[in-house]
């Protein structure tokens, strides 16, 4: 499809970001917002894990270009692009949490409404490690957030957007005190935090 310009574009990050790569998503998108500036017409948002609640942004989007961990079945780490018709199956193909669960159910009920975006673009991450509440992401995942914004730049100058090194001030991203930074650097040693349970109740465990 030749390029033009959409004249409402949302950048939408979804995900937990307390399940370590789970944040890859929200992770991108608060990269994008520190690092870039964006026009008025590009809304920048983390969803989080908020399925339903998403569908106004995505309904009055033009074209939407999507960060998320997604499993793909390859290396940990790996970038993989898809677009258009092929974004929801690539949501549903093999749910992670329920926040893919809820995000299809969106993407679904925009078609069904016959207000789907014109464009729409998701840049996903093979994640590594899920089962580590409380983490952030692994150094596989994290490495990818720059060719990530490198693809997602990308994306939005074919549909027309222009993007200059800046910044993005928006309300619309995680509250500072889980941004990234602050998340991971604040997080206790396995010395302070028991990561298993208490050890005091495992079987055999000390009295």
Not at 1 to 9: E, N
Not at 63 to 84: H, M, N, Q, S
Not at 92 to 115: E, P
């Amino acid at each position: 499809m030749p390029a033009a310009r959409m004249d409402s574009v949302l950048v939408l990050g979804i995900g937990n970001v307390l399940w370590a790569d789970e944040g890859f998503g929200p992770r991108c998108v608060e990269a994008l917002a520190a690092s870039h500036a964006l026009p008025p017409s590009v809304r920048l948002l983390d969803g989080g894990t908020q399925g339903l609640y998403l569908l106004p942004f995505i309904e009055a989007a033009d074209a939407l270009l999507i960060f998320d961990a997604v499993d793909y079945g390859l290396a940990p780490g790996t970038l993989k692009i898809v677009r258009d018709d092929e974004v929801p199956a690539f949501m549903g193909a093999k749910k992670m949490s329920l926040h893919q669960t809820g995000f299809q159910d969106v993407l679904a009920t925009a078609a069904f409404k016959g207000c789907s975006p014109a464009r729409m673009t998701l840049i996903g991450c093979q994640p590594e490690e899920l089962e580590d509440y409380g983490g952030g992401l692994r150094d596989s995942v994290a490495a990818q957030i720059a060719p990530a914004l490198t693809a997602g730049i990308a994306e939005l100058a074919a549909w027309g957007i222009e993007v200059r090194p800046g910044r993005t001030e928006t309300g619309d991203l995680a509250d500072p005190s889980i941004r990234r930074g602050a998340y991971e650097s604040g997080r206790p040693s396995d010395e302070v935090a028991c990561r298993l349970g208490d050890a005091r109740f495992f079987p055999g465990g000390s009295d």
